[in-house]
């Protein structure tokens, strides 16, 4: 997060200082990171566990090893639709209408002309 200060106003400045002093005590109140992992591995090895049975092989207990669900792709995603415009310079050029206009048409229809005079009839 990157704060722009030359932008903001004094009591900006005052309450961004104050938070950050509340952050400071916060941190400073935490022990080391060290001593807490030795801790919490005492802790499961006394209970039959090791962090990577838990936690898989990176040992990082913020993300617990498990499987991410993917999403099925759609049955018409990628399917090929016939084409509905066509470049009168270039007939090899056309589009189906869906996504982007291609550059060729974005340049014609921004000179003025309309859609439809390009329609494949």
């Known amino acids: 997060m990157s704060v722009n200060i030359e932008s903001m106003s004094s009591l900006e400045l005052n309450a961004l200082i ?3 002093k509340k952050r400071r005590n916060v941190l400073a ?5 060290l001593q807490t992992k030795a801790a919490v591995a005492r802790l499961l090895k006394s209970a039959g566990w090791t962090f990577e049975e838990l936690y898989g092989k990176g040992g990082n207990a913020a993300a617990p090893a498990r499987k991410v669900a993917r999403k099925a792709k759609s049955k018409v995603a990628g399917s090929k639709v016939a084409p509905k415009y066509r470049n009168p310079a ?8 869906r996504g982007r206009q291609p550059r060729w048409l974005a340049a014609l229809t921004g000179a003025g002309r309309k859609l439809d005079e390009f329609k494949i009839k």
């Open 18 to 20: 104050q938070r950050a």
């Open 29 to 33: 109140k935490r022990k080391p990171a």
């Open 90 to 97: 270039n007939a090899q050029e056309t589009w189906s209408g």
